[in-house]
């Protein structure tokens, strides 16, 4: 089977062997056959490009399923346990049917819940990083599951310490078997929505009552309208989602920019803690210069400012930027990994060259080059 068949952007060869695993036992085996050679795990397919050329190694297919409350979470909360081969979705729509808050504004992401921490998904609002206690981890070349709080894994916008970035190997590098969220008990009825990011997503007052399902079914058009949910007869969705990642870049760079660039502050890190040897501190306490200012700029604003408009394609490509959106390069019928590829590189020529910014690409890349 050709890994084609297997992802949402619809390109890839096939490799050597695929391993289905429905069970963490079949997951740990699979992957202890697989760590001496070439491998790499599939979830949804869904933020993966991969070359036409056969992959000469293992693909293990995490499949596992299911999702269930648990104890341990503080009051007006309830813990939910839920595997790795879970579709997001699915458990996404049974949280918002429970009366469950922390993950509405997420709906419509494709994918698995395994995914989710490893570019610290979120949408409108809300972010994986807000509801995650932990994750249960196989480090490559071991075969046992290990539990880590959701502090240890360097969370950060779209990012964390598992995420492998392109051209850069992952500051832990492990499979995720497994994670766990702590969800507000909030109930099916409306209530006023207390984050002003989804109520200006929603276009919503801070006097407006929404239930849960509600918020989920605006924000499923939302994602719609952008081509952003999965739809066969649609091929703006035959993509990986948004290629590149909003960049991040400091507040002096981004007051060069023209000033309707949709831009957003970044939370800055705290203070470092200072300690000091009191058998010899002067008692002079040294200045701490504080980090320099960011934030996060559209890159969507940054490629269709570059000359890119929605629907763009290079002549003779089957590869095009989304009609609807030119944040996702999209696969318009039969086109090749390297018809991707060389799209997504003039991509980041232009906007290079318009303004000075490099954008990254956020899908996993599997022997292809930008």
Not at 214 to 234: C, T, Y
Not at 244 to 258: K, Q, S, T
Request: proline share 6%; hydrophobic share 45%.
């Amino acid at each position: 089977m050709r890994l084609a068949e297997l992802t949402t952007m619809g390109v890839g060869g096939e490799p050597s062997l695929i391993v289905d695993a429905y069970t963490r036992e079949q997951l740990v085996a699979a992957l202890a056959d697989a760590w001496e050679g070439d491998w790499f795990v599939l979830g949804g397919g869904s933020n993966l490009l991969a070359s036409d050329e056969p992959f000469d190694g293992t693909v293990v297919r995490i499949l596992t399923t299911g999702f269930a409350p648990i104890g341990g979470a503080p009051a007006g909360y309830q813990r939910v346990a839920i595997e790795a081969g879970q579709n997001w979705d699915e458990f996404v729509a049974w949280t918002v049917s429970s009366g469950l808050q922390g993950v509405e504004a997420m709906s419509g992401i494709p994918g698995t819940a395994g995914a989710a921490p490893i570019q610290n998904v979120g949408a409108y609002g809300q972010e994986i990083v807000q509801t995650l206690v932990s994750v249960d981890l196989i480090d490559v070349g071991s075969s046992v599951i290990e539990t880590v709080p959701a502090a240890e894994l360097g969370l950060g916008p779209r990012t964390s310490d598992l995420k492998r970035h392109y051209g850069e190997e992952p500051i832990r590098d492990a499979v995720i078997a497994g994670i766990t969220l702590d969800l507000r008990v909030v109930g099916t009825d409306p209530a006023p929505v207390a984050d002003e990011r989804i109520r200006s997503a929603l276009s919503l007052s801070e006097t407006d009552e929404l239930t849960l399902a509600q918020i989920r079914e605006r924000v499923l058009a939302i994602r719609a309208s952008k081509g952003m949910v999965l739809d066969p007869s649609d091929a703006d969705t035959r993509s990986a989602g948004s290629f590149f990642n909003n960049p991040i870049i400091a507040e002096a760079d981004a007051r060069r920019l023209p000033a309707e660039c949709p831009r957003w502050p970044v939370d800055e890190v705290a203070d470092a803690v200072q300690v000091f040897d009191l058998a010899t501190w002067d008692g002079q306490v040294p200045r701490v210069q504080a980090p320099a200012s960011r934030v996060k700029v559209s890159a969507a604003w940054l490629i269709e400012h570059s000359g890119l408009p929605k629907g763009f394609s290079l002549p003779g490509s089957r590869a095009g930027l989304s009609t609807k959106h030119t944040l996702a390069i999209t696969n318009r019928g039969g086109a090749s990994s390297a018809e991707i590829a060389e799209l997504a590189r003039y991509v980041r020529t232009r906007v290079a060259a318009e303004y000075g910014i490099t954008l990254n690409p956020e899908p996993v890349f599997v022997d292809v080059e930008l």
